[in-house]
Nanobody
Framework: QVQLVESGGGSVQAGGSLRLSCVVSGSIVSARTMAWYRRAPGNQREFVAR???????YYRPSVKARFAISRDNGKNTVYLQLNNLRPEDTAIYYCNDALTSLPWGQGTQVTVSS
């Protein structure tokens, strides 16, 4: 069974940085288009960024200049580098296959204070 385990979240002040990790077990991540999503308090889960198996990336406009998605196929891991964080980035961050939804992991909490 495929499992997704996110980590790397924390509490930072505005302008700070974090690096999130998503370890995929039970499947080969290199064949997948992987994505990061987030859910802020009171909101629905929303798309943040994705990376195709060929390496091309796509971001929601509000994070494009600040976040960077990457992957290490050898470690079966997908990363999300978060820079210049804003209070509105506060959310639980999740990873998943962008094309074929897998069972969701527990996510990792990111809290940004002003």
């Amino acid at each position: 069974q495929v499992q997704l385990v996110e980590s790397g979240g924390g509490s930072v002040q505005a302008g700070g940085s974090l690096r999130l990790s998503c370890v995929v077990s039970g499947s080969i991540v290199s064949a997948r288009t992987m994505a990061w999503y987030r859910r802020a308090p009171g909101n629905q889960r929303e798309f943040v960024a994705r990376i195709a198996n060929g390496g091309s990336t796509y971001y929601r406009p509000s994070v494009k200049a600040r976040f960077a998605i990457s992957r290490d196929n050898g470690k079966n891991t997908v990363y999300l580098q978060l820079n210049n964080l804003r209070p509105e980035d506060t959310a639980i961050y999740y990873c998943n296959d962008a094309l074929t939804s897998l069972p969701w992991g527990q996510g990792t909490q990111v809290t940004v204070s002003s």
